[in-house]
């Protein structure tokens, strides 16, 4: 068995313009919202090889992710009650362990968007060259990091992934991936942050949230399977 | 503005294989899920002509509807409380208005699912041919008197529309359409009952469910707009 | 067996400080959140007379409902899609039937909550004074009436029902009673009107939200049962 | 600011009869369902003392735990999709890091009921008499590490706490306190087990679910707070 999580969630910024979904040999799919509301599709896997393939047109707004900085850190009393299940700590973002070095660095800053970017800047900058320059995986780590911070401040954080195309600085020759980042809850709403670009950016297309990557897996397989490839492809068409 | 409930619904008997939609020109939309867990598609529509294109290829099981007859009524004290309010009156469905009535009718049938019979041949019988010949929103019509029925004798009763191919018999020349059903809760789970056809059938693709038509329209539109043709197609294929 | 719904919803204004629930005989009771999250309890009645008694001291702000008058109605491919639901007609508010009389009535006005006050004016002073006088069931059938103006005008509505001390002016010498309001959606939020009152007031308690009052009902018996009497008792401590 | 959880759940085998909450000084408070569904509490804590009081009144079966020995435990591919969640690791529960071992243990159990009971055999059998007799928390890691097994072995588990009255064999003479225990999906339903106790008992009263005891805590405290002293008191009256 394999569950899938292609499908852009419907209630981020972006608007989907066509789709299709399609497998080679076609399989029967379920398909059914997870505990965070992520649409998931569940098969079956034939013997032999299987390939999956979903397109999309989707619409993105001009605009880069707004600007939190001066969104208020909301007193702990004020944050709305289902909102505290993401200041706990999950299986890879053990905030209750890093609280005392969380409030060692962060503790002096303003309590608002900007102690979030002083979190994602340290995130960013203390890690070294060499792993940022390996990639795979990289936008996970940081993530979970960043999020775990977040949470030992007090602040909820929730895991993100989706696609999001290089075309704005700085220039990438590396090819698309998926990419993960996070969302942060200041004032009245969630506010993306993305620790491991480190940059507010245009055309994020957000398939799926959680806790943590625990909860949000572009493919995951039951059973034996054995996975040959993945080409993840976004492409900027200016005049759509 | 419109919304556009063209997608079938997750969680019934069928299960999806291949899908895409689209429009011309192409429209941003947006989705979410309705009240009642519909998947619902909305655009603001553009000057001019537009066009809207949904194909999917949908695996449904070769046995028909499951046979109800012998699932027992649930006294109304072991309904479970949130499906009490498929027991009320709705816009279409004026159960409160029915009430003697529908015991006088069916007050003596066995409390089970021969009491859902036994309203569905009532309403299918006492139907003029003429009515039944005229097709267009017949079966909406038949649907919500059969609801209004079940809601009067306290039984859980709701709207069900989709795409019913025309597979068995009786054999029928007309051209495919959506079609209107109802669901009703017997014992410990929903089953699928259907005034129109008053027969259990193979192949139903079920998209929205409701109170009445009122809670799942295919199409609806705000403000000026004028309808100029929808084309149905459901074919079978043995093969897949 | 019967549905009861005294406890105030966690959501609105008012804060719960103390509460306790009884009933002479004791009797075991099933609670659950019906489809719009209004806490119901529900009981098997014995045989003899029932008493069902729930005290609570609720804590309310000073101010009195929220100045609307300036929150502006959104265009209909604005409103959040789940919230649609509340701008169709339902048993009690056929706002398909009066769109006419709503736009030649209000279609003037100022599309804002200076529009939704033009309906509650409208109301409030088109029904005969004896119908107030009379009062039983009365701010029942303005909000249903102010309600159906609203869907028809594409603005979201529901109907509220509660709790509401006499506290302010007019001086009431009428017993305290359930009584019953509604919510519009203007911005990005829910406000407050009483069509009944035709004021801003304090202490509103809310118990249950719906389309309109078929979904909420304070006492909803199945099967034979004689009502004797109720006492709502609603008094203000300033001190707490 | 605290969090309490101390209001049975709804959606169990007891059934309310009288409740009452207050506290010493009296203090509003805000209600709140999490994301499992628990209804929690939540206070800022004045100056000073704080007392806090929850008294009911439960109507519980005779009849103890249902027996799940002969449930079948579903092929990973059957299991419904949003349960799915609780075959994941979490905080506590690290059942990726278990699987080898679970397997190795269990893997030649039944694939049933028979093997929760296994898994609990073992928790139980395992654990060192003075650990056991310590008591506090005891029941806690039990049910994580019986939850950890069955999530590696692809059961769905989720931790429960609650009241339980200790009234049946082995006679306990200590003080009744809070306990945890486990539920785990076989078949349609989901079963308790309960790996501390390793027997079926009478008298459950369950307040919380969750992934683990980081989701369900009935006392969680934000910022400074020194906790004096909590009663439990939990009595049975055959007469009721």
Same mark, same amino acid.
């Given at each position: 068995?394999?569950?899938?999580?292609?499908?852009?969630?419907?209630?981020? =910024?972006?608007?989907? $313009?066509?789709?299709?979904?399609?497998?080679?040999?076609?399989?029967?799919?379920?398909?059914?919202?997870?505990?965070?509301?992520?649409?998931?599709?569940?098969?079956?896997?034939?013997?032999?090889?299987?390939?999956?393939?979903?397109?999309?047109?989707?619409? $993105?707004?001009?605009?880069?992710?707004?600007?939190?900085?001066?969104?208020?850190? %909301?007193?702990?009393?004020?944050?709305?009650?289902?909102?505290?299940?993401?200041? %706990?700590?999950?299986?890879?973002?053990?905030?209750?362990?890093?609280?005392?070095?969380?409030?060692? %660095?962060?503790?002096?800053?303003?309590?608002?968007?900007?102690?979030?970017?002083?979190?994602?800047?340290?995130?960013?900058?203390?890690?070294?060259?060499?792993?940022?320059?390996? =990639?795979?995986?990289?936008?996970?780590?940081?993530?979970?990091?960043?999020?775990?911070?977040? =949470?030992?401040?007090?602040?909820?954080?929730?895991?993100?992934?989706?696609?999001?195309?290089?075309?704005?600085?700085?220039?990438?020759?590396?090819?698309?991936?998926?990419?993960?980042?996070?969302?942060?809850?200041?004032?009245?709403?969630?506010?993306?942050?993305?620790?491991?670009?480190?940059?507010?950016?245009?055309?994020?297309?957000?398939?799926?949230?959680?806790?943590?990557?625990?909860?949000?897996?572009?493919?995951?397989?039951?059973?034996?399977?054995?996975?040959?490839?993945?080409?993840?492809?976004?492409?900027?068409?200016?005049?759509?």
């Amino acid at each position: 068995m394999a569950t899938v999580q292609v499908r852009p969630r419907s209630d981020a =910024r972006h608007q989907l $313009v066509t789709e299709s979904w399609s497998t080679r040999p076609p399989v029967p799919i379920d398909e059914y919202a997870d505990y965070y509301g992520n649409p998931v599709k569940r098969l079956v896997m034939p013997q032999g090889e299987l390939n999956l393939r979903y397109d999309a047109v989707v619409a $993105v707004p001009d605009e880069p992710d707004l600007d939190a900085s001066a969104a208020p850190q %909301l007193p702990v009393d004020e944050i709305p009650g289902e909102l505290l299940h993401f200041t %706990l700590p999950s299986r890879y973002c053990l905030s209750d362990q890093l609280m005392g070095m969380a409030w060692e %660095l962060f503790g002096q800053t303003e309590p608002s968007g900007a102690r979030v970017h002083a979190v994602c800047d340290w995130v960013h900058d203390n890690t070294a060259v060499d792993v940022l320059e390996q =990639r795979k995986g990289v936008c996970r780590d940081l993530a979970h990091l960043a999020i775990t911070f977040c =949470r030992s401040l007090n602040i909820p954080a929730r895991y993100v992934f989706g696609y999001l195309p290089d075309l704005y600085v700085p220039p990438d020759p590396a090819p698309m991936d998926f990419a993960a980042w996070m969302e942060v809850y200041l004032g009245d709403r969630w506010w993306t942050f993305d620790p491991r670009n480190n940059a507010r950016r245009v055309g994020r297309v957000l398939i799926g949230r959680g806790r943590d990557a625990l909860d949000v897996a572009m493919l995951t397989t039951f059973g034996p399977a054995a996975f040959k490839s993945m080409v993840v492809w976004a492409d900027l068409d200016k005049a759509s």
